[in-house]
């Protein structure tokens, strides 16, 4: 069964720290790119960060300097990691691969930053 799970949502103050992390079944993360989406309250979801197989990544402007995702092979997750959080990051994050054509999605974990 194909499968995507975040984890580390919570409610931090503005300038705080959280590190999320994407696990998934099977070899899925570590053989396809794979993205963080979030979603605001009454906004669309946006792509936040990409990364691809060979290390590469892009940001939206919103969060560059900020925000890092990145590859833990021996725990074979995705993180990102988000330092100077600001009330506009508050929103569900979702990890998100593309494979064999299709879309997967984890469940969302929520992200709370207060002012």
């Known amino acids: 069964q194909v499968y995507l799970a975040e984890s580390g949502g919570g409610l931090v103050q503005a300038g705080g720290s959280l590190r999320l992390s994407c696990v998934a079944s099977?070899?899925?993360?570590?053989?396809?790119?794979v993205n963080w989406y979030r979603q605001a309250p009454g906004k669309e979801r946006e792509l936040v960060a990409h990364?691809?197989?060979?290390?590469?990544?892009w940001y939206i402007d919103a969060v560059k300097g900020r925000f890092t995702i990145s590859r833990d092979n021996a725990k074979d997750t995705v993180d990102l990691q988000m330092n100077s959080l600001k009330p506009e990051d508050t929103g569900v994050y979702y990890c998100?691969?593309?494979?064999?054509?299709?879309?997967?999605w984890g469940q969302g974990t929520q992200v709370t930053v207060s002012s």
């Open positions: 998100h691969v593309n494979w064999n054509w299709a879309d997967y």
């Open positions: 099977g070899s899925m993360l570590s053989t396809n790119h």
């Open positions: 990364l691809t197989l060979d290390g590469s990544t």
